[in-house]
């Protein structure tokens, strides 16, 4: 990401600034910027020889050398009075050049202190100007550029008008309710021109959304990865606040693992690909952020498939980069299941965090269970203490796969799964590896069509568990 890059804006206006600084001593000693170049030189005779003489060198001698002009060359009074008169003319006009030089220099720094401000607004600043719908970014043209920009490191984020979200979700109509997220619906937006996307309405009691309204925004329109979700939009109209996204059509890994199709749709190379598009996400944010940014809400509905079930990251509410982290007003936020245990018990913070809750993302890809389950009314069972005494044993990890996948990997890469699973999911931080280390491991897993190294040769999935070597 881009940490936020410093505006060409304040180099202009102190450079500007310098311009005239450096302008002004010569407009106020230049005799020609002085008078105009139109001062007849009349301390010299027009008939005199010296009338050719530069007016600097009149300037100067009326400036300074007239004590040194000897008395018996002296002209006469009149001509003497001439000279004062056309020197305290010389000075009027200098210092209302000096003047002029100083309100220019005045108004050009009011100005781009103007622009400046415009250019660093931020989301606080959007609250002011957009309650009612004015100062409108027109969106078709950002939307027409909209593959480019993606690419962009650019921060180009259209303000969308309301009506244009109202009109394009059906007035936020149930049916197109794509989630539910904590303080409000995602809804398939379809716009003018046929462009879709999905539009987070957030609001109600707790104020809490308008700050994860503003980190996500700020947080999100920085950064540009192809394992992160892109911003498109946002909009502030009364209450309610939405951010709009790109459209990611197969929904989110919770639904797609733990909906209706119970992970039928996602073969063990495509969740091999997702846990490592993930990697690739967490990388991104990790390794080449600076500050780098710590997700802190990392699960199975916060990781979103689109039409060829690529991954991307999404819902950057609670995330931080790592530059805030130590202010002590950071309030203990998560999904239980996901968070780890040391951020759990004290509070602590780091990248190591998102790196267990990729762990026990990468548990429920593997066993297709949930993160806590309900074990009886009073009773819930997290998946790593469940999971942990079986995935280290070779015998019984095949046993407890995902129905919908079981014998249909090579062995090894299982046992080889399982254990990057394990490590990420220790309760001791300096034990779980960096998320580049859990990318290098996943990529010979993932075939090359599907963006990892594997040559796959796609063969009867229980040959291949008979075959190996394991
Ligand atoms: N860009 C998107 N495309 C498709 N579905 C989405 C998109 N963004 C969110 N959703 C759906 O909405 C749900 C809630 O969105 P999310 O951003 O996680 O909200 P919250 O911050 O309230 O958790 C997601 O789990 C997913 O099912
Ligand atoms: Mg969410």
Redesign the pocket.
């Known amino acids: 990401m881009g940490s936020m890059r410093a505006s060409p804006l304040p180099l202009l206006a102190s450079s500007s600034s310098i311009f005239f600084f450096l302008l002004l001593p010569l407009l106020l000693c230049s005799p020609v910027a002085a008078d105009g170049g139109t001062t007849p030189t009349v301390a010299s005779p027009p008939s005199s020889p010296a009338a050719p003489a530069t007016a600097v060198g009149d300037l100067a001698s009326s400036n300074g050398d007239a004590a040194a002009v000897p008395p018996a060359a002296a002209p006469t009074a009149p001509l003497v009075e001439v000279k004062h008169h056309h020197l305290r003319r010389e000075l009027i006009i200098a210092i209302a050049l000096a003047s002029i030089a100083g309100v220019t220099i005045v108004l050009a720094a009011l100005y781009a202190g103007v622009m400046w401000q415009r250019y660093r607004r931020t989301p606080d600043d959007f609250k002011d100007t957009q309650s009612t719908d004015t100062a409108r970014i027109a969106l078709v043209p950002i939307l027409n550029n909209f593959n480019s920009f993606k690419s962009s490191k650019k921060c180009l984020v259209a303000m969308m008008e309301y009506t244009s979200l109202e009109k394009a979700t059906g007035n936020f109509s149930d049916s197109n309710v ?9 809804y ?1 937006a379809n716009f003018d021109g046929g462009f879709v ?2 539009v ?1 309405r ?1 609001g109600g009691e707790d104020q809490e959304y308008e700050k ?1 309204f503003e980190n ?1 925004l700020d947080l999100l329109q920085r950064i540009r990865h192809s394992n992160i ?1 892109s911003l498109v939009g946002f909009c502030i109209h009364e209450d309610n606040r939405f ?1 709009v ?5 197969n ?2 890994l ?2 797609q693992l733990h909906g209706p199709s119970h992970g039928s749709a996602l073969s063990w190379h495509i969740r091999m690909k997702i846990a490592l598009d993930t990697a690739r996400g967490l990388e991104y944010l990790h390794e080449h952020c600076s500050p780098p940014i710590i997700h802190r ?1 990392l699960k199975s ?2 990781i ?1 498939l689109d039409s060829d079930f690529n991954a991307k990251i ?2 950057f ?1 609670l995330a931080v980069s790592s530059g805030n982290r130590s202010k002590g007003n950071l309030k203990l936020s998560g999904t239980l299941g996901y968070v780890a245990p040391e951020y759990l018990l004290d509070g602590k913070l780091t990248e190591k965090s998102d790196v267990y809750a990729f762990g026990v993302v990468l548990l429920e890809l593997l066993l297709g269970r949930r993160p806590i389950e309900k074990m009886a009314p009073s009773q819930c069972q997290s998946i790593v203490t469940w999971a942990m005494p079986q995935l280290i044993d070779r015998s019984k990890l095949p046993t407890i796969i995902d129905p919908v996948i079981k014998n249909t990997m090579d062995l090894k890469h299982l046992y080889q799964v399982a254990a990057v699973a394990v490590l990420c999911v220790q309760p001791e931080p300096s034990y779980r590896p960096l998320i580049t280390d859990v990318l290098h491991s996943l990529i010979p897993l993932v075939p090359m069509e599907l963006g990892g190294s594997l040559r796959a040769t796609l063969e009867s999935p229980r040959v291949s568990q008979h075959r190996s070597p394991c």
């Open positions: 794509l989630g539910i997220g904590g303080f409000g619906c995602v398939k996307a999905a987070k957030l994860e996500e979700v951010i996204y790109e459209l990611m059509e929904g989110s919770e639904t809400d509905s916060n979103l999404s819902d509410g």
